[in-house]
């Protein structure tokens, strides 16, 4: 049972309430997982009519829902909920007003006064609003208050500092649920349980048996028209400091059975802290940092990033980051974790990979022509899915090895949305999936080197051909460390010259 909520809507007419929020709330709603007793109150500087409002939800619900809102009645039901208000956030009547406005509804509908503040606004607002909630006594009122923020939580260690002790005047940390919505995805939220009930996996998972984990999230399209903001943050703070990290968490994390929100919390807060530091001049040795130039994607010419709309051509911008990250605790000592993410590479897809080490000793006797790793490989997105690589031998090729991939694939397309999870988990106070603001200091503390060794030009900037895998470099830091990564659609020549060097692929280490 949720209990009864008023979900104050900040930033209600922008791009995210259309496209994510409100498909979420409709399909928590046709699947009864919204509360019983509901009130949504959508603000934005816009004068709009509450009719023109939920009018404008609706063809949000028609271009963006996973379900269409085939039943008249039912989206009526749904619709009835959403009242909206003008409210500009600098100005502190307009927060009287929502509190009248919110009271009377919470009278109307005999609803406790619980209210989830979700604010889909840029982050330069959060500050004033929630000093202008506590000031107006929106968040005083007897029932729970609860925080919702978007990323991005800063924009460096000092900035999210200075953010955090300011939410922290007007929210305790238990009321804060800063969203990643990399935690939302359904195969994020099962590698706890695949960890937890399978021995298999909780046997091999440590520095005996894996030799390395790559963490990849590539993705096809560029820039778009997110110039203004992406070029100041790059791929470092885009996707690196946050989802990226998040997985590496939840990967490394080796959660206990019966595992509560502070279990995970804790464990995740863990492997920050073991995360050995990179010092600046270090960074150049660990860090790949990527811009991509012109190219092809499938089978169409796409231009390079400095000449993307807004972008000026002497962008020094890094759109593409690859690094390689060790943990020093008793689990993962001596397993590098490998994670990458780019714009404008060959494909879409999040994947782990983790890739587990030969045994000592092999017969010579025997053939190992065409043994590889035996890999586990955990697909995030945009499909979702188990594979697992082992070998076995060639039935044409009587002495030969030849790998077999045993998959899982979920195949349900139309699987909820990682927004889906996240609002519902706010509303029932479940704090598990989100990121606590311990793990968002240190994510920070640890990319800081990196922001300031990009800012001072001390790592070069390679740049990659859009449509690829990303700049050679990140293959040969591998290539280092007698590795590859796994499920590059390389060509047989990059494959056996990088560089002019060559590609150092073993698979006994
Ligand atoms: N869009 C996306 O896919 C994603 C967005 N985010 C984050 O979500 C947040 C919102 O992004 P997005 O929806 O794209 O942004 P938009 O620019 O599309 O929308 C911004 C919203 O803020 C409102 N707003 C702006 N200034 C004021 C003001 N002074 N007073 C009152 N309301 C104001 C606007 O309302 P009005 O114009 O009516 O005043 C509008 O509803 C950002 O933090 C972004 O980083 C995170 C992940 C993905
Ligand atoms: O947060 C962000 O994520 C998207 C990628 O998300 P995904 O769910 O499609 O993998 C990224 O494109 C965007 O730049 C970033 O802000």
């Given amino acids: 049972m949720v209990e009864p909520t008023t979900f104050v809507l900040f930033g209600a007419t922008g791009d995210l309430a259309k496209r994510k929020i409100y498909p979420a709330l409709y399909n928590l ?36 829902s996973r379900r269409q809102p085939a039943d008249a009645a039912k989206l009526n039901e749904f619709l009835r909920a959403f009242r909206y208000s003008v409210l500009d956030i600098g100005c502190k009547e307009d927060y009287e007003k929502l509190l009248r406005m919110i009271e009377q509804r ?64 007007a929210f305790e940390e238990h009321e804060i649920y800063r969203i990643d919505h990399y935690l939302g995805k359904p195969m994020v939220q099962k590698l706890e349980v695949l960890y937890q009930s399978n ?12 030799a390395n984990v790559q963490i990849t999230a590539s993705e096809t399209v560029g820039v778009e028209a997110r110039a203004g903001y992406y070029d100041h943050v790059g791929a470092v703070r885009d996707m690196f400091q946050n989802h990226m990290l998040q997985l590496l968490m939840m990967l490394a994390s080796n959660l206990p059975y019966g595992s509560n929100s502070d279990t995970v919390r804790y464990k995740k807060k863990k ?59 008793f689990f993962w000592r001596g397993v590098p974790f490998y994670i990458r993410t780019g714009k404008r590479m060959s494909e879409k897809a999040t994947r782990i990979v983790i890739e587990f080490k030969e045994p000592a000793m092999q017969s010579s006797a025997v ?51 990682a927004y889906e999870s996240l609002i519902r988990d706010a509303m029932h106070g479940d704090p598990t999936f989100f990121a606590h603001w311990d793990e968002v200091e240190l994510a920070w503390q640890w990319v800081q080197p990196i922001l300031e060794a990009f800012q001072e030009n001390l790592v070069p900037l390679h740049r990659y051909e859009a449509g690829t895998q990303g700049p050679a470099a990140a293959h040969a830091m591998l290539a280092e460390d007698g590795f590859r990564w796994w499920f590059d659609e390389l060509s047989e020549k990059e494959e056996e010259t990088i560089e002019g060097e060559q590609y150092a692929y073993h698979t006994n280490h």
Avoid: C
Avoid at 38 to 52: A, K, P
Avoid at 110 to 120: G, K
Avoid at 132 to 143: F, H, R, T, Y
């Fill in 367 to 417: 053939s190992h022509t065409g043994k590889t790793p035996n890999l586990l490989i955990f697909e995030i997105n945009p499909v979702e899915g188990i594979i697992l690589q082992l070998n076995t031998r060639d039935p044409q090729q009587q002495g030969e090895f030849k790998p077999i991939r045993v998959d899982f694939y979920e195949g349900n397309d139309n699987a909820p949305e």
């Fill in 271 to 329: 492997v920050m802290e073991a995360l050995e530091p990179l010092s600046k001049q270090d960074v150049h040795a660990h860090v790949v940092r990527g811009q991509y130039t012109a190219g092809t994607l499938q089978g169409k010419p796409v231009a390079g990033y400095t000449s993307e709309p807004g972008i000026g051509p002497d962008s020094m911008n890094d759109t593409f980051i690859a690094a390689r990250l060790k943990i020093d605790d």
């Fill in 106 to 169: 919470e009278q109307a509908l005999d609803l406790t006064p619980n209210r989830m503040f979700y604010l889909s606004v840029g982050p330069e607002y959060f500050e004033t609003i929630a000093d202008n909630i506590q000031a107006s006594g929106l968040g005083s009122a007897n029932g729970w208050k609860r925080l919702v923020i978007e990323k991005p939580f800063g924009h460096d260690l000092q900035s999210a500092r200075e953010l955090n002790e300011k939410l922290s005047r």
């Fill in 199 to 210: 021995p298999v996996l909780q046997a091999l998972w440590s520095n005996r048996h894996i």
């Fill in 29 to 64: 709603f046709l699947e009864e997982k919204l509360p019983a007793a509901f009130s949504l109150v959508g603000l934005g500087r816009r004068e709009l009519s509450d009719e023109v409002f939920r009018a404008n939800v609706e063809a949000s619900l028609r271009q963006f």
